[in-house]
C-alpha cells in the first residue's frame, strides 16, 4: 500500500492558462474522489468515480473544470483558462466501496497557485 | 441539504489537559459520521466514525466521539492531549443516499508544552 499520490505537489501558472492534475489511488480502490480546499474552509467535494464512471459531479463547478478516470485506474483533473479564484489545494481521494464503513484515503494534495 | 458546523476555528490547549472540539450537523435524513485529521503536511486521515449502533465511537490515538441526535451533535474528545496532537481536525457527515463527504471548516488544535 504506497497511498495516494499526486502530482504535481504544486503548480503556479498565469491567469489564462490550462492545468492539469494527475492522481493515483491505491491499486485495488474502485472509489476516487476530488475534492478543493481553501484557507480556512473545508474540503468542499468536486467530483467522484465508480471504477472509470463518473458517478456526481459539483453543481458548483465550473464547465471549465474537467476529470477523467479512463481505465478506472488513476484520474486526471483538468481546469481550463484558470482564474485567480481557482488558486487552491486539490486533494484526491480513493477508497473501497464497502458502501456503510467507507474510508477515504487522502493524498497530499496539488497547491494550485494563479497569478 | 447536509451541513456541518465547527464552531471553534482554534482551540488552545496545554499538553495533558482535556480537550473538546465541537461539531454539530445538519440532515433531514440519516447521516453518517466522521472526524478527519490532517497533520501538517500530510494527507486527511480518518480518526474514527459513527455508523450505527454505540453512541460512544473510539477511534486512533485515544480519541473518541459521542453522537447526539437530539442535539445533531458528535463532539470529539480526548482525556489528555500530546504535542502530537496538534494539527487541523476536520468534522464531515454522508448521509445514507448520497457518496460524498460534506466536511466543516476544520478546528485547528494547538498543543502547548
Known amino acids: 500500500d504506497t497511498g495516494v499520490s499526486q502530482d504535481p505537489r504544486h503548480k503556479i501558472t498565469k491567469r489564462g492558462q490550462n492545468v492539469t492534475f494527475r492522481c493515483d489511488p491505491i491499486s485495488e480502490h474502485n472509489r476516487l474522489y476530488w475534492y478543493r480546499q481553501t484557507l480556512g474552509q473545508g474540503p468542499e467535494f468536486l467530483t467522484y468515480f465508480q471504477n472509470e464512471a463518473q458517478l456526481e459531479k459539483s453543481r458548483l463547478l465550473s464547465d471549465r473544470f474537467s476529470a477523467e478516470r479512463p481505465k478506472g485506474s488513476f484520474s486526471t483533473l483538468e481546469i481550463q483558462r484558470t482564474e485567480q479564484g481557482d488558486s487552491a489545494m486539490y486533494l484526491c481521494?480513493?477508497?473501497?466501496?464497502?458502501?456503510?464503513?467507507?474510508?477515504?484515503?487522502f493524498g497530499s494534495g496539488t497547491q494550485l497557485s494563479v497569478l | 441539504a447536509q451541513s456541518v458546523t465547527q464552531l471553534d476555528s482554534q482551540v488552545p490547549v496545554f499538553e495533558e489537559a482535556p480537550v473538546e472540539l465541537r461539531c454539530n450537523y445538519s440532515s433531514s435524513v440519516s447521516v453518517y459520521l466522521f472526524w478527519y485529521v490532517q497533520y501538517p503536511n500530510q494527507g486527511l486521515q480518518l480518526l474514527l466514525k459513527?455508523?450505527?449502533?454505540?453512541?460512544l465511537v473510539k477511534g486512533i490515538n485515544g480519541f473518541e466521539a459521542e453522537f447526539n441526535k437530539s442535539q445533531t451533535s458528535f463532539h470529539l474528545r480526548k482525556p489528555s492531549v500530546h504535542i502530537s496532537d496538534t494539527a487541523e481536525y476536520f468534522c464531515a457527515v454522508r448521509t445514507t443516499y448520497t457518496d460524498k463527504l460534506i466536511f466543516g471548516t476544520g478546528t485547528r488544535l494547538q498543543v502547548f508544552p
Open positions: 481521494a480513493s477508497s473501497l466501496n464497502d458502501r456503510e464503513g467507507e474510508k477515504l484515503f
Open positions: 459513527y455508523l450505527s449502533g454505540s453512541t
